[in-house]
């Protein structure tokens, strides 16, 4: 007999069949942002709040919780048991009118006149009505179906589940009900005194009362909490009444069952509760104005609704101080959100997760997170790989692929990707190939695409590079700041992993230059300051060259605009704009230094500036260099293209 099988919904936690989750996607926006002048506390803290490709964030599921909460608001409305007590009234009244119609006697002519006379409002009518002698028995039944209503309902606010089971109520159920609400009283009295056997004594009244609590408490505490958040529910709607339904709700209460006494030990189990738990919202209020009554036992429904979208909402916002996304009640959040929700909540949540626990966010001396060398490494790889597309798009080379032109053995491997031309590396290619069928079993291939690694190479030209950015307000302004931070990213990886003989330095320059390691760099953040100092920058450039005179020299300088600031022999910073003549003249006199140091000096040009044109021009002339003029872009491909052409030519 073939084996069945049955497929159900998945309720073991993560769908094991959900994609993993993609950190690569997560740190590029973080590292995006973090490039834009954000820390990556904010960083982080944004990439949840809007979520990824795959996953909706915090503030989208907010955005759907509080749309849930107004059309809830917009369809219902609180005074459903006032409107069903008057036309359950109405009903009982016509047919005693009826009966006494028929009815000559002087005895039925006053009892019109008694109904006649009743109070205009419902809880009047009620009341009133309460000593009457009914002459329908149909008008007395229906007038008895309004307190039983009355009773289902007051408990239904308190008791979860307790309206299925009072759907018939004898006399005998209504004196069970006033005894548990006794006993439940003193339960709550004896646990405000701090009495020491209180446990012995909750399970003595679950014992008797157990059938009225379904959700099955396990101690004094748990039941104070589903008690005390179904009350506070409670008293929240009667606090987003009027004050004429809340005045005639409150004495309809009183005609639970025909017994005053329920209602009164239902208000004092109130008072207890807020006393035990005044944390819960016991003031709140909402407005509801749509057109669907509901009932007092549906009203508290769904005020503890609203009061858990509220909360949810807290919790997503993430705005208190030690928020956490573990915080978030999963649970709720599939009931108001459906399980879609929880599946994007838990995805951010390893994602945060595993941020941290693969050390791609560190915590800073000072307590700040701060961006770890391996996340610098990472954006750097992907920097560098959509440099490598533009490279291949356009000119269809593959430098990059090789870890050197010459091909030099380094001593280290790697696993082999697609496109690599390296030789193999036989010893771990086999070693790969045993530990894995070892772990495989013998079943599996002698070899596999997986196991193959491929020796490392790289240039034997040594060379030493430069790279000079402009960090001038503009840069900011016309939206060259990220793509110039992604240039030095992908160079600074390209060098760090084909290239590593080679000595790269990084120099920013505004009214001032200064040498940055790469996550430096990263973090900067622009600044309002007048000057371009290509002056200093090639003066820090060309002590750089000095320290590699066995080195290939390589400035490679990113700017939008002509110099207007230059250094003078005491270290302060002169600007001017229009730029001075001493000025260009002292920037041209390190142009010629570098070139007499044989440097390949090469000058990206962003913008249209004529005056920036005309003076890179002029450097070109006296440095022997190049002028390219990519877009933004395209300034990572030309940076890198133009690193690699210099390496060939070497």
Same mark, same amino acid.
């Given at each position: 007999?073939?084996?069945?099988?049955?497929?159900?919904?998945?309720?073991?936690?993560?769908?094991?069949?959900?994609?993993?989750?993609?950190?690569?996607?997560?740190?590029?926006?973080?590292?995006?942002?973090?490039?834009?002048?954000?820390?990556?506390?904010?960083?982080?803290?944004?990439? %949840?709040? !809007?979520? #990824?490709?795959?996953?909706?964030?915090?503030?989208?599921?907010?955005?759907?919780?509080?749309?849930?909460?107004?059309?809830?608001?917009?369809?219902?409305?609180?005074?459903?048991?006032?409107?069903?007590?008057?036309?359950?009234?109405?009903?009982?009244?016509?047919?005693?009118?009826?009966?006494?119609?028929?009815?000559?006697?002087?005895?039925?002519?006053?009892?019109?006149?008694?109904?006649?006379?009743?109070?205009?409002?419902?809880?009047?009518?009620?009341?009133?009505?309460?000593?009457?002698?009914?002459?329908?028995?149909?008008?007395?039944?229906?007038?008895?179906?309004?307190?039983?209503?009355?009773?289902?309902?007051?408990?239904?606010?308190?008791?979860?589940?307790?309206?299925?089971?009072?759907?018939?109520?004898?006399?005998?159920?209504?004196?069970?009900?006033?005894?548990?609400?006794?006993?439940?009283?003193?339960?709550?009295?004896?646990?405000?005194?701090?009495?020491?056997?209180?446990?012995?004594?909750?399970?003595?009244?679950?014992?008797?009362?157990?059938?009225?609590?379904?959700?099955?408490?396990?101690?004094?505490?748990?039941?104070?909490?589903?008690?005390?958040?179904?009350?506070?529910?409670?008293?929240?709607?009667?606090?987003?009444?009027?004050?004429?339904?809340?005045?005639? %709700?409150?004495?309809?209460?009183?005609?639970?069952?025909?017994?005053?006494?329920?209602?009164?030990?239902?208000?004092?189990?109130?008072?207890?509760?807020?006393?035990?738990?005044?944390?819960?919202?016991?003031?709140?209020?909402?407005?509801?104005?749509?057109?669907?009554?509901?009932?007092?036992?549906?009203?508290?429904?769904?005020?503890?609704?609203?009061?858990?979208?509220?909360?949810?909402?807290?919790?997503?916002?993430?705005?208190?101080?030690?928020?956490?996304?573990?915080?978030?009640?999963?649970?709720?959040?599939?009931?108001?959100?459906?399980?879609?929700?929880?599946?994007?909540?838990?995805?951010?949540?390893?994602?945060?997760?595993?941020?941290?626990?693969?050390?791609?966010?560190?915590?800073?001396?000072?307590?700040?997170?701060?961006?770890?060398?391996?996340?610098?490494?990472?954006?750097?790889? &992907?920097?560098?790989?959509?440099?490598?597309?533009?490279?291949?798009?356009?000119?269809?080379?593959?430098?990059?692929?090789?870890?050197?032109?010459?091909?030099?053995?380094?001593? !280290?491997?790697?696993?082999?990707?697609?496109?690599?031309?390296?030789?193999?590396?036989?010893?771990? #290619?086999?070693? &790969?190939?045993?530990?894995?069928?070892?772990?495989?079993?013998?079943?599996?291939?002698?070899?596999?695409?997986?196991?193959?690694?491929?020796?490392?190479?790289?240039?034997?030209?040594?060379?030493?590079?430069?790279?000079?950015?402009?960090?001038?307000?503009?840069?900011?302004?016309?939206?060259?700041?990220?793509?110039?931070?992604?240039?030095?990213?992908?160079?600074?990886?390209?060098?760090?992993?084909?290239?590593?003989?080679?000595?790269?330095?990084?120099?920013?320059?505004?009214?001032?230059?200064?040498?940055?390691?790469?996550?430096?760099?990263?973090?900067?953040?622009?600044?309002?300051?007048?000057?371009?100092?290509?002056?200093?920058?090639?003066?820090?450039?060309?002590?750089? %060259?000095?320290?590699?005179?066995?080195?290939?020299?390589?400035?490679?300088?990113?700017?939008?605009?002509?110099? !207007?600031?230059?250094?003078?022999?005491?270290?302060?910073?002169?600007?001017?704009?229009?730029?001075?003549?001493?000025?260009?003249?002292? !920037?041209?006199?390190?142009?010629?230094?570098?070139?007499?140091?044989?440097? #390949?000096?090469?000058?990206?040009?962003?913008?249209?500036?004529?005056?920036?044109?005309?003076?890179?021009?002029?450097?070109?002339?006296?440095?022997?260099?190049?002028?390219?003029?990519?877009?933004?872009?395209?300034?990572?491909?030309?940076?890198?293209?133009?690193?690699?052409?210099?390496?060939?030519?070497?």
């Amino acid at each position: 007999m073939s084996p069945r099988y049955r497929y159900s919904a998945w309720h073991g936690g993560p769908d094991p069949l959900q994609p993993p989750v993609d950190l690569r996607e997560a740190l590029d926006q973080i590292g995006r942002d973090v490039m834009e002048g954000a820390s990556p506390r904010s960083a982080l803290e944004e990439l %949840l709040r !809007t979520g #990824t490709r795959d996953s909706a964030g915090l503030d989208e599921l907010t955005r759907r919780l509080w749309q849930r909460r107004s059309e809830m608001q917009r369809r219902h409305r609180l005074d459903g048991t006032i409107s069903e007590v008057r036309r359950m009234l109405d009903r009982a009244l016509e047919q005693e009118r009826l009966a006494l119609s028929a009815d000559t006697s002087e005895d039925a002519r006053f009892r019109e006149l008694q109904l006649s006379a009743l109070p205009p409002d419902v809880a009047g009518q009620v009341n009133e009505l309460s000593e009457y002698d009914w002459r329908s028995p149909e008008a007395r039944e229906a007038f008895e179906e309004i307190r039983q209503m009355l009773g289902t309902e007051v408990l239904e606010q308190r008791f979860e589940g307790m309206k299925e089971a009072m759907q018939q109520v004898s006399p005998d159920d209504v004196e069970r009900v006033r005894e548990m609400l006794d006993d439940l009283s003193n339960l709550l009295a004896a646990h405000a005194r701090g009495e020491e056997d209180i446990q012995s004594t909750f399970d003595e009244f679950m014992g008797r009362h157990g059938e009225f609590f379904p959700e099955n408490p396990r101690d004094v505490d748990e039941l104070i909490d589903a008690l005390a958040a179904r009350s506070a529910a409670a008293q929240r709607m009667l606090n987003s009444m009027s004050e004429q339904q809340r005045d005639e %709700l409150m004495a309809l209460s009183q005609q639970a069952f025909g017994d005053p006494r329920i209602a009164q030990a239902l208000q004092q189990l109130d008072r207890q509760l807020q006393g035990l738990r005044p944390g819960e919202d016991w003031n709140g209020r909402a407005r509801f104005r749509g057109d669907q009554p509901m009932g007092m036992a549906e009203a508290t429904a769904a005020m503890a609704e609203l009061g858990e979208m509220d909360r949810l909402a807290e919790q997503l916002g993430q705005s208190y101080p030690g928020a956490s996304l573990e915080d978030i009640d999963l649970e709720a959040l599939q009931r108001q959100l459906g399980p879609q929700a929880v599946v994007d909540a838990q995805r951010l949540s390893d994602i945060e997760r595993q941020l941290r626990d693969q050390g791609l966010l560190q915590r800073a001396p000072d307590g700040s997170l701060r961006l770890s060398p391996r996340a610098m490494r990472r954006l750097g790889e &992907n920097a560098l790989q959509a440099v490598v597309s533009q490279l291949r798009t356009r000119r269809g080379e593959r430098d990059t692929d090789r870890a050197g032109a010459a091909g030099e053995l380094t001593g !280290t491997t790697r696993p082999r990707t697609y496109g690599d031309a390296e030789p193999w590396d036989a010893v771990r #290619t086999v070693r &790969n190939a045993v530990l894995r069928r070892a772990a495989e079993g013998e079943n599996s291939p002698m070899l596999d695409i997986s196991d193959l690694e491929v020796s490392e190479t790289e240039q034997r030209s040594r060379s030493a590079v430069v790279l000079c950015v402009d960090t001038s307000w503009s840069m900011v302004q016309d939206g060259r700041w990220v793509p110039m931070k992604r240039t030095a990213l992908a160079l600074h990886h390209l060098v760090a992993t084909r290239f590593r003989s080679d000595a790269l330095q990084l120099v920013t320059f505004g009214r001032y230059a200064s040498t940055v390691d790469v996550g430096e760099l990263a973090a900067l953040e622009g600044v309002w300051e007048q000057g371009t100092n290509l002056h200093h920058a090639l003066l820090l450039a060309g002590r750089h %060259l000095r320290r590699h005179p066995g080195a290939q020299p390589v400035v490679l300088v990113i700017t939008d605009g002509e110099p !207007t600031a230059h250094l003078e022999p005491d270290g302060e910073a002169v600007f001017q704009y229009p730029p001075s003549p001493h000025t260009l003249s002292v !920037t041209l006199s390190e142009v010629d230094a570098l070139q007499r140091l044989g440097t #390949t000096l090469s000058v990206f040009m962003l913008g249209e500036d004529p005056s920036l044109a005309a003076f890179v021009d002029v450097v070109a002339k006296r440095g022997g260099g190049r002028v390219l003029a990519p877009d933004a872009d395209g300034l990572g491909a030309a940076v890198v293209g133009d690193y690699l052409r210099t390496k060939r030519r070497r």
